[in-house]
């Protein structure tokens, strides 16, 4: 069964830095879009940044400048490194495997992750 499994949330101060990974199973990873979702509470789910089988990115203007987002096809990882938090930046942070980005997101999603909480303190 194919998982996507997040890991490098945490609590840190405003202005601090986390990075984010998303690694997976799944045999067709090299080949499909990836997006880094988050949901703060009593809030929509919203695209952070996203990148391409073929390595594009694209991001929220909220975060353009600080997050970086990046792909290791050998190890399936996508990396999520965010720099210079600030509390609007916390929520629950979502991987997820997909098609193609379109102006909704990412487009055929076959997996989501299970989620990794950020906080930033003030």
């Known amino acids: 069964q194919v998982q996507l499994v997040e890991s490098g949330g945490g609590l840190v101060q405003a202005g601090g830095s986390l990075r984010l990974s998303c690694t997976t199973s799944?045999?067709?990873?090299?080949?499909?879009?990836v997006g880094w979702y988050r949901q703060a509470p009593g809030k929509l789910r919203e695209l952070v940044a996203g990148i391409t089988g073929g390595g594009r990115t694209n991001y929220a203007d909220s975060v353009v400048g600080r997050f970086t987002i990046s792909r290791d096809n050998s190890k399936k990882t996508v990396t999520l490194q965010m720099n210079n938090l600030n509390p609007d930046d916390t929520a629950a942070y979502y991987c997820?495997?997909?098609?193609?980005?379109?102006?909704?997101?990412?487009?055929?999603?076959?997996?989501w992750g299970h989620g990794t909480q950020v906080t930033v303190s003030s």
């Open positions: 997820a495997l997909g098609r193609y980005f379109d102006v909704r997101g990412l487009g055929g999603i076959d997996y």
């Open positions: 799944a045999s067709i990873f090299s080949i499909s879009a």
